[in-house]
């Protein structure tokens, strides 16, 4: 176990999360339009995680993208573990800052969301996209990891871009269950965004070996 690592994780999960968030009050307090502005605020926030402090830990700052590194035997359970309660942590530290410089409404606002009655469907959007997430950062970070800080990021912003108005696009259980707890707002709907991603991060593993196959060197 490193201390170091789990650091990194609290440290750079904030920064996405705080970024994202705030972006997503600026937008609302600016009448500016969410589904422009709110991806890249979390693309780009991931993108200063990485930069930052991904060196030291990998990057992860989702327990999605830990339960991918964990399937595929790129960390050990023990620090998997580690690394998702480092993650939560910096995530609700993060909302607890909107709650300091704005107010419990501002950290409402930044829950993750769906469609009235469309609970199934959000939730297999967020299947679905963390699917996608998970295949790419795997792949990236095998086959050209010199590419993995701008490619990941980017996928989180396109991801951002389709799922928006179907499941609010969470992939990260820890983002969205600390405006959550923050807020006060959580209640049995949160599964979709914890549920959701972990059977995505599986499913994302799956078909990326299915795709390597037994072959190391490809």
Not at 61 to 72: E, K
Not at 93 to 103: C, E, F, I, Q
Not at 135 to 145: D, E, W, Y
Request: proline residues 5%.
């Amino acid at each position: 176990m490193d201390a170091r690592k789990y650091l990194a994780e609290l440290v750079g999960t904030f920064i996405l999360v705080v970024v994202g968030s705030m972006t997503i009050v600026a937008a609302t307090a600016t009448s500016a339009p969410i589904l422009v502005v709110v991806p890249f605020g979390f693309g780009l926030g991931l993108l200063a995680a990485i930069q930052s402090v991904g060196y030291v830990s990998g990057g992860h700052f989702n327990p999605a993208v830990t339960i991918g590194a964990l399937l595929d035997r790129r960390i050990d359970a023990m620090n998997a573990l580690g690394y998702i309660v480092a993650q939560v942590i910096g995530a609700i530290a993060a909302s607890g800052v909107v709650l300091l410089v704005a107010n419990q409404a501002a950290v409402l606002s930044t829950a993750s969301g769906f469609p009235k009655d469309r609970g199934v469907q959000a939730f297999a959007v967020e299947v679905l996209l963390t699917a996608i997430f998970l295949l790419v950062i795997l792949t990236v970070t095998k086959r050209a990891p010199n590419h993995a800080a701008f490619a990941i990021p980017l996928t989180l912003t396109v991801i951002h871009f389709a799922g928006i108005p179907f499941s609010g696009a969470s992939v990260n259980p820890a983002r969205s269950l600390a405006p959550a707890l923050v807020g006060g707002s959580i209640d049995s709907s949160i599964i979709v965004w914890i549920a959701g991603p972990l059977v995505g991060a599986v499913i994302g593993w799956a078909v990326y070996r299915a795709l390597e196959g037994g072959d190391s060197t490809r």
